[in-house]
């Protein structure tokens, strides 16, 4: 029954695009999905040794059907419709997570354009390519709702605000208007991104980029005196708590905010909430298009910024390391493009699966919390991906039949040309 309930899933989160495609671009979806899974690479090769029970085709038969499959999909209008169906879930103030990631390519010998990324952890340069990934936060976790591939090398790229705006375009063909906050870390920390996210009416909050130094952001206070950003602050305004889940303990947070214009012709007010927790050297700076009246509207931009560790980078982070999306090795930039999209929804059916198995009495609540019993580990899409591949196994191992299952049977026998004669007989 177990195996039975995860193969219905993938069937029913399918049947949503059985409009966008054919029956065979049907069944080539459900396996590009359930190979990523179950071989945790997005390496073509890979995802057709995990279908090899289905159908009797060679590997390299198997790949070129996927490679050129990949191409006719309409993965970015399946990828609007999923986002269409989720605008009731998006209100003003649901937190969407922008963050700019990028895949490094090491050795990318016959890879096109690849170009120029800047890894912002590590600090370092490097070759690949760049994307946008919007992850929409819900209340136990986060889901990909979009990602968008490009690269240095495009014709038509012109700057990363530009590729945002795409991205924005996008969301507008889905809703029919802007829904959300956009959460965007300090790197967003630009006038140009500013001015997009007012142009376009979308509620945003930035992390500000606090230790400029003499080269501090100037604002504008409410009497229209230049100010520079970190000069604003007095006395202490509010206080909320933040639990810190690695070392098991609640920090106090103190809060500050202030209104604030960035340009004095054309004044568009904005809010400026500074937060210094408990422990940290330097505090966090959040310019908002929030209005911000009280503590608890403080808090709140402060408290959904930073569970973005926990929806988006948890996300992102899943699908780098445990379903090896930086190995793929297409050649072509519009078929790395296209799989990238794969992710999305792959992502998206794990995150259904996630939100049924946190549901008490559920069939996949009761199969999973008998699956991490033994490793003593939470239910996150993590174990829901060692569950699902788990689960197929056994049904691999029950139902299938290889070629080898049966031993073939003993030749006849025959006696042998020389005879031993010390050999009784």
């Given amino acids: ?70 191409l006719k999909l309409p993965l ?10 989720l605008k009731g879930a998006v209100t003003a103030g649901t937190p969407l997570y922008f963050d700019l990631v990028d895949i490094t390519k090491k050795y990318h010998r016959g890879m096109e354009r690849i170009g120029n990324t800047w890894n912002g ?62 959460f965007v870390d300090s790197g967003g920390d630009n006038n140009r991104l500013i001015e997009l996210f007012l142009r376009y009416e979308m509620g945003f909050a930035i992390r500000m980029n606090v230790n400029r130094g003499a080269m501090d952001r100037v604002v504008f206070d409410e009497r ?20 810190d889940a690695g070392k098991k ?39 908002t298009s929030r209005t911000i009246t009280d503590s608890s509207e403080a808090a709140r931009v402060y408290e959904q910024y930073f569970q973005r560790g926990g929806k988006e980078e948890a996300v992102f982070k899943c699908h780098k390391d445990k379903l090896g999306m930086e190995k793929v090795r297409l050649c072509s930039f519009e078929k790395t493009k296209q799989l990238m999209l794969i992710y999305v929804l792959a992502d998206q059916f794990l995150a259904g699966l996630h939100e049924q198995a946190l549901q008490a009495g559920h069939l996949l609540y009761t199969f999973l919390t008998a699956f991490v019993q033994g490793t003593q580990r939470k239910i996150t899409k993590w174990a829901i991906i060692d569950f699902y591949d788990h689960a197929w196994s056994i049904l691999e191992r029950d139902f299938l039949l290889f070629k080898n299952r049966f031993r073939p049977p003993d030749g006849a026998y025959r006696l042998p040309l020389f005879f031993n004669l010390n050999e009784k007989w």
């Fill in 1 to 70: 029954m177990g195996t039975y309930q995860i193969s219905a899933e993938l069937h029913n989160f399918c049947r949503t695009f059985e409009k966008d495609l054919t029956k065979p671009q049907m069944n080539r979806l459900k396996e590009l999905i359930h190979g990523i899974i179950r071989g945790k690479k997005a390496i073509l090769s890979e995802v057709a040794r995990q279908n090899r029970g289905k159908q009797n085709k060679t590997i390299r038969k198997q790949v070129q059907q996927y490679s050129d499959m990949l």
């Fill in 121 to 182: 952890s590590e600090g370092i340069p490097g070759r690949g390519y760049e994307m946008v990934d919007v992850s929409l936060g819900l209340e136990r976790g986060g889901m990909t709702l979009f990602r968008h591939l490009y690269s240095t090398e495009n014709l038509d790229y012109g700057s990363q605000v530009k590729e945002i705006e795409k991205v924005l375009q996008t969301m507008i063909s889905a809703w029919g208007e802007m829904r959300g906050t956009a």
């Fill in 249 to 287: 303990k609640r920090k106090l947070v103190r809060l500050q905010w202030r209104r604030v214009f960035m340009d004095r012709k054309n004044p568009v007010p904005l809010w400026l909430v500074r937060a210094h927790r408990e422990g940290d050297p330097d505090p966090c700076v959040f310019l």
């Fill in 76 to 85: 970015e209008t399946m990828a609007i419709r999923k986002m269409a169906g």
């Fill in 224 to 243: 229209g005196d230049r100010m520079k950003m970190m000069e604003l602050w007095g006395e202490t305004q509010g206080v909320t708590a933040w639990h």
